[in-house]
């Protein structure tokens, strides 16, 4: 019962918070904007300065490393635990969040054991290039829409280029570095098997990344983020916004999965595979290993954000939107459009904290084996269908109706496959398995 | 000073054909030896896998046990043989009451006792409890060595519960030290039928949403099966015996073949694998789960009131009024603590289906009241032993959830 109280408190405060967060920011934006202009700068330079404060610097730290907290609650839920409640504020454990605290001082004033037998420059380089690409990823997410703030037009983007997803790919594919690194620099046999398992599965999953994408950049013919979040408010047959699941679910599932192989998490955590190997981070001691750490959680974030901007709509409050637009002033409207796209990142992150608590790891040979000849092939299909889509009709209609097909399709698999009989199903297709039949007694 | 070349190049040899081999250049790769072990998650106990790898196909494997030894044997040759029981408590200690139930037999077996029946029953219910705990413990760890926690979790809920059970039969979680030459230590707590069927209802409803995350999960059957396949036949020559055994084909069970206690009045199956793979490997400890819930409803339905050990001081310690109260009942407890049962003089083997297979002891009396030998058939070591062989060329990833279904426990393995 508690709980559930917690629950809707919870429920209710969030979004508030969301929503006066994303005030602040336009705010901020606006002000240091009209500084820049003031200072005879290009209004951009401060904008840029206010989204990479708020938004980099304060939403995705707070967010990752409050993920840290999240993720252990909400497995404890999952597990019918009660999870991290021992440190008490007055009585109280606060959800857990004291945590944060306790964890960052135990990483930073824990002893910095390092192996003797390292290769110096590269073992201490290791944490920052895995940490720096994923937290410079967030920079093209267009979080908000634009809107004139005390009179200079800002948008919620820390950086908005022409190249837009190829940034993205660019920078994801830099990740690689820091565990490959980690891996060779510990001289640790259980690291470099973790760091050439993060190296494989990294690779070969950048290029089922890049193509899922390309579907997309196709049907909204840009590569700018802010384009697709601004042409996914298009209507399709004047009711349904041309959300980027709608017009491209398959590439939808493909880039998720891809992405999730990116951030090396349950299903595809090999590299780590604590019960295995233990990781390509296993002689990584105190705040080390916790910017390895720190660097997934933000690659779950700025995951979620690219899926967003992509495939849900970006800042597109998609419910009561036009009414929101017409009743609330450009300002409000705006800051609930970015409270929006941090709410729906905020539960695609958890849906990545579900999945990683409910499925089991994969083998080194079947992740392979799942990029190559299933993802690969499918992002190809899904490239050629959309480009034949976009030939024949520009205007995404015909493109929804094919994924709205698509996505029936799927559902029905899904549905029939978790339906069929555990025993037909029980050891393979056509082999009479016979583990529940009973030789009694004999 | 520069030197200049001749005008006229030497002329080249023709170059040699060139196989096909010859152009691929050779990686300068070696084997790895990694350690595995004593102190490794996945390496349950402490034991120490010493591995040959290929990059991640394992070429071959030392098994390295002893770390948990505490010279089993041997202790026992220096206490009663009343005070045995709470050394079996720490062979296989998930499920201490199987232990203590297959020495008390092989004891019984010298003397020729003849246990009462509510005994019987209460022996059956203790240890099916526990067989379900191992299970639990083996499924549950299965999907923590695969990643999937949450399952672990579950399992671990119902194990506990099953332990608090425990915990009012006979006033401890782990080490139950229940079983006595001639009966039980204990009659069941009030009340504590109904508590556990309860129990038995919620570990059912766990255990299906183990089997609901796992059984069926693509990827878990993906790293299951076909994954460390043991044939029928390997699996008889290796000697193994109970789930593994059984998950191979071969419809072994020390429960039918040899009944022993009730077993013969109780109905229950005994599940048969086909492939002997660790997919079924799991499916046995899942479905045998659902027969110990069966055997113990049934023992609950079967048991009557009555005594709950053998009438004879000689082998049973007398209750503490008459030790107080009469000299008969102070003598036969001095003898029984100072000396010992005394126990015939000859030699009997034992064995009882233990969670993990066949659990043997082999004891030999020299009709005084201190056992003169006793040999521990650990049902986990001809598994444990036959793992190089198993994984060879296998992937390292395959090692740790087929060390998990081969349930190597430390205790009872290293003695």
Redesign the interface.
């Known amino acids: 019962m508690r709980r559930l109280v917690g629950m809707l408190v919870f429920l209710v405060v969030f979004p508030a918070v969301l929503l006066g967060f994303a005030w602040a920011a336009y705010l901020a934006a606006g002000a240091l904007a009209g500084l820049a202009v003031g200072w005879g700068l290009p209004a951009a330079y401060g904008a840029a300065v206010a989204n990479l404060v708020f938004l980099m610097l304060v939403f995705l730290m707070i967010a990752s490393s409050g993920l840290t907290i999240g993720e252990r609650k909400w497995s404890a839920m999952m597990q019918n635990r009660i999870g991290p409640n021992r440190i008490r504020v007055l009585g109280n454990p606060l959800g857990g969040m004291p945590y944060l605290v306790a964890d960052a001082l135990k990483m930073l004033t824990k002893e910095n054991i390092e192996p003797s037998a390292r290769s110096k420059l590269l073992y201490e380089l290791a944490p920052v290039v895995a940490f720096a690409p994923a937290f410079a990823l967030f920079a093209v997410v267009p979080v908000g829409p634009e809107a004139v703030v005390l009179g200079q037009r800002v948008s919620l983007q820390v950086f908005n280029p022409d190249v837009g997803l190829l940034y993205v790919f660019a920078i994801a594919s830099l990740a690689v570095f820091g565990t490959a690194l980690a891996g060779w620099a510990s001289n640790n046999k259980l690291a470099i098997l973790g760091g050439v398992r993060a190296s494989s599965q990294m690779i070969s999953y950048e290029v089922s990344l890049g193509l899922s994408l390309v579907g997309a950049m196709m049907a909204y013919g840009t590569l700018r983020l802010d384009q697709m979040s601004v042409r996914q408010g298009e209507l399709l047959w004047g009711w349904l916004p041309a959300l980027g699941f709608i017009v491209q679910p398959l590439g939808l599932v493909l880039f998720f999965v891809s992405a999730f192989a990116e951030t090396k998490r349950a299903p595809f955590d090999l590299p780590e595979g604590e019960s295995e190997i233990v990781g390509y981070f296993v002689e990584y001691p105190g705040m080390k290993f916790g910017m390895m750490m720190l660097s997934e959680f933000i690659e779950i974030v700025v995951l979620a954000g690219v899926v967003t901007a992509v495939f849900f709509g970006g800042w597109h409050p998609v419910l009561f939107e036009g009414w929101l637009r017409a009743n609330l002033g450009p300002v409000a409207f705006a800051a609930v459009g970015a409270a929006a796209f941090l709410g729906k990142t905020m539960l695609l992150a958890w849906l990545q904290l579900v999945i990683r608590w409910t499925l089991p790891r994969f083998r080194f040979d079947q992740i392979q084996k799942l990029c190559w000849k299933m993802m690969l092939p499918a992002a190809l299909v899904n490239v050629f269908v959309t480009g034949a889509l976009v030939l024949l009709d520009g205007s995404l209609e015909t493109l929804a109706a094919v994924g709205l097909v698509e996505i029936a399709v799927l559902a029905g698999v899904t549905a029939a496959s978790s339906r069929a009989a555990p025993a037909a199903a029980g050891h393979g297709p056509g082999d009479a398995h016979a583990a529940p039949a009973h030789a009694a007694g004999h | 000073m520069s030197t200049h070349t001749p005008d006229a190049p030497a002329p080249r040899p023709p170059p040699a054909p060139l196989g096909s081999q010859a152009l691929d250049a050779p990686l300068d790769s070696r084997e790895?030896i990694?350690n595995l072990g004593p102190s490794h998650?996945?390496t349950h106990g402490t034991c120490r896998l010493v591995t040959r790898l290929d990059g991640?196909f394992i070429r071959g494997m030392r098994v390295d046990i002893g770390f948990l030894h505490r010279g089993f044997e041997k202790s026992c040759e220096a206490v009663t043989w009343g005070q045995v029981f709470p050394y079996t408590d720490r062979l296989n200690y998930v499920s201490s009451t199987m232990n203590n139930v297959g020495f008390a037999l092989a004891v019984e077996k010298l003397c020729k006792l003849q246990v009462p029946d509510r005994a019987q029953y209460l022996r059956v219910i203790a240890a099916e409890l526990h067989r379900i705990c191992d299970h639990l413990t083996m499924v549950g760890a299965m999907?923590?060595?695969?990643?999937?926690?949450?399952a672990f979790?579950?399992a671990i809920?119902a194990r506990d519960l099953m332990w608090d059970r425990m915990t009012e039969l006979c006033g401890a979680r782990l080490t139950s030290n229940y079983v006595r030459v001639g009966g039980v230590a204990r009659d069941l707590p009030e009340g504590w039928v109904e508590k556990t069927l309860a129990t038995l209802d919620r570990t059912a409803e766990l255990r299906d949403t183990i089997g609901a995350?796992?059984?069926?999960?693509r990827?878990?059957m993906?790293?299951t099966?076909g994954v460390a396949a043991v044939s029928r036949a390997d699996a008889v020559d290796w000697g193994y015996t109970g789930p593994c055994l059984r998950?191979s084909g071969e419809?072994y069970d020390v429960r039918?073949?040899a009944p022993y206690l009730v077993y013969d009045r109780l109905d229950f199956?005994?599940?048969?694998?086909?492939?002997g793979d660790n997919?079924?490997r799991y499916?046995?400890r899942m479905?045998e789960m659902v027969q110990s819930d069966r055997i113990v409803r049934q023992c609950f339905q079967g048991m009557e009131p009555g005594d709950i050990a053998v009438r004879d001081f000689r082998y049973v310690m007398p209750p503490k009024p008459q030790v107080y109260g009469t000299i008969e009942g102070l003598m036969a407890h001095f003898k029984l603590v100072m000396e010992g049962i005394q126990v015939p003089a000859g030699e009997a083997y034992g064995y009882t289906e233990a969670a993990n297979g066949e659990l043997g002891f082999y004891l030999v009396s020299d009709g005084e009241g201190r056992p003169y030998k006793i040999g521990l058939r650990a049902p986990g070591w001809p598994m444990v032993a036959s793992m190089p062989a198993v994984l060879k060329d296998a992937?390292?990833?395959?090692?740790?959830p087929t060390f998990d279904t081969f349930n190597m426990i430390g205790g009872e393995v290293e003695q």
Request: aromatic share 6%.
């Open positions: 790895m990694i998650p996945a991640e999907g923590l060595e695969l990643g999937a926690m949450t979790l579950y809920e995350l796992l059984t069926r999960n990827i878990f993906d790293r099966r998950a419809p039918k073949a199956d005994v599940p048969v694998g086909t492939r997919f079924d499916l046995m479905e992937l390292l990833a395959d090692l740790v």
